[in-house]
């Protein structure tokens, strides 16, 4: 019966043990991958990993999945770190307009972006492809 009990004990906490070197497996790559973040913030949602932390000037997010792979990327910047292709095509088709804010978006498959303008009489969010070749405006609103 004792056999039995610790073989049970195991079977059932394997899992929990196999997610936790998962999590320390995630969070060692990451700490490889990003020497110099601060401020960071883990997170354990649904299965998900989540972590949250500063690069610099960047304010960045990132969710891992199950097996460790990076599922997608959110990075919140100022106009300076914008790619130079977007910002040359917003500033041609919104002049006058100042880029207050960034989000980068990455996913496996993709690179996009949500960029705010502003001008005297309104703010303006635009959506971008990874070039500046694709631009829409997301919403706009009067001041």
Known sequence: MKKFLVILLVIVSAPAMAADSLDVKIVERFTVAF??????????????????????????????????????????????DLAPFVKARIQKEYPGKKIVGVTETTKHDSLSYV?????????????????????SVFNEMVK
């Open 35 to 80: 020497p110099k973040a601060e401020n960071v913030k883990w997170y354990d949602t649904d299965g998900k990993m989540e972590v949250y932390y500063n690069n610099a000037d960047i304010t960045c997010h990132i969710w891992y999945d199950a097996k460790g792979n990076v599922v997608k990327s959110l990075r919140y910047y100022t106009e300076k």
């Open 115 to 135: 960029v705010s303008l502003e001008d005297e009489k309104s703010w303006t969010i635009v959506k971008s492809d990874a070039t500046g070749a694709d631009l």
